[in-house]
């Protein structure tokens, strides 16, 4: 019997390799993390054997080192990393680097390719990423779902909010309420609730489960059925809006199944997010990268993009024709345009801050005007 490091490294590099089938030649998104340094390792590997050289892509922005702030969410950058890993595994690295003005200017763009208000700039660098990666491919292997599935997010280990009853990504809607009118959606809050205790029970347990098991039995389907389904369409939307097709192996139904039933010990080993991933990896990848801090999808710094999603809420909030203009509160989006470092806490995720509150009202401004959406009160 295989033991709980041998079968998650079996069904993992089981998945990729099947993920690896294709007409045509296939290119990785490569982080510096883990999940998609895994991935990228056992890709470079199988096409070494046939003679071939992977290519791997990353992400970033202009002038991001020099407006880099670290945080306990993002604690270093991502390009410290990626070399490294790139000529560990012997791949043809791209780095591609997006201007921050066209990234604002592609929330736009993001929105419509949704159909529906979106991840801000999450959303609308990853279509622009998908557009340049898509000049060369055709199809990609991503790392998206690990962190769900392997326990990698921050909420997993912050045992100061692991049992509060709320969606642990978004625990506080004071940010939004703030920037609603007085009265408006008035059962907001009721209704998230709703959905989270409905989404809880959906939970299946042991009657042998600890407290702990159990709750994050529930964290499992919460980060499963919401947060994972998110970034999941999001990935499928950004990437087939630029024709590229992008794979995901990390969520093969066996390793789900598989990680829903190890015990929390096993799967936080050695006390990490994702720790059973890393020990099962530890001797294909260098210390470093194995053992790596968690860092979510890379977002810009510069003052550059914060000042163009300036420009477009400015104009979103002063357009009194549009039915948007009834249900904000527009002196409080003033102040947060005018003291942006007054959030200190993300309102969503890891990163969501005061510039994608601001993208967030953009896209829901484009969303209304593109398909003539009608409001009742």
């Not at 591609?96 to 003005?101: A, R, S, Y």
């Not at 000049?135 to 599935?149: H, K, Q």
């Not at 001797?283 to 993009?305: D, G």
């Not at 003291?339 to 993300?346: L, Q, R, V, W, Y």
Request: a negative charge; hydrophobic letters at 35%.
């Amino acid at each position: 019997m295989l033991s709980p490091q041998e079968k998650t490294h079996f069904l993992v590099t089981d998945a990729i390799r099947r993920q690896l089938v294709s007409d045509v030649p296939l290119c990785t998104f490569l982080s510096g993390g883990l999940d998609s340094s895994i991935i990228s390792k056992v890709t470079s590997d199988y096409y070494r054997d046939e003679g071939r050289t992977l290519h791997t892509y990353s992400v970033d922005y202009a002038d991001n080192d020099r407006y880099f702030e670290a945080s306990r969410f993002q604690p270093n950058k991502d390009s410290d990393y990626i070399n490294l890993i790139s000529d560990y595994i012997g791949s043809e690295h791209h780095n591609i680097v997006l201007n921050n003005v066209s990234v604002a200017d592609a929330l736009i763009d993001a929105a419509i390719a949704r159909s529906c208000p979106g991840f801000t700039d999450v959303d609308s660098s990853l279509l622009l990423f998908c557009r340049e990666v898509q000049r060369s491919n055709t199809v990609a292997l991503s790392g998206e779902c690990a962190d769900e599935i392997f326990g990698g997010y921050p909420w997993y280990h912050r045992s100061e909010i692991l049992f509060e009853e709320t969606f642990p990504w978004s625990r506080s809607t004071a940010v939004r309420r703030s920037i609603l009118k007085d009265g408006f959606l008035p059962e907001g809050e009721e209704y998230a609730h709703s959905a989270y205790l409905n989404t809880v029970a959906r939970a299946d347990k042991l009657s042998t489960d600890s407290a702990l098991e159990a709750r994050m039995r529930e964290m499992f389907v919460l980060n499963l059925d919401w947060f994972m389904q998110t970034l999941l369409v999001r990935k499928d939307v950004m990437s087939m809006e630029s024709s590229l097709e992008v794979r995901v192996p990390f969520c093969d139904w066996r390793i789900v199944e598989y990680a829903y039933n190890m015990p929390w010990s096993i799967k936080s080993f050695g006390g990490r997010e994702k720790g059973i991933l890393r020990k099962a990896f530890e001797n294909e990848l260098p210390e470093i990268i194995t053992w790596r801090k968690k860092s979510p999808y890379p977002k810009t710094f510069n003052p550059i993009y914060l000042s163009e999603v300036c420009k477009m809420a400015d104009f979103v909030i002063s357009d009194k024709s549009c039915p948007l203009y009834e249900m904000l509160n527009t002196d409080a989006i003033k102040e947060l345009m005018k003291n942006p470092e007054s959030m200190k806490e993300p309102w969503y995720g890891q990163l969501m801050r005061t510039p994608q509150v601001l993208a967030y009202i953009v896209q829901i401004y484009v969303w209304i005007r593109k398909y003539n959406i009608e409001f009742e009160y």
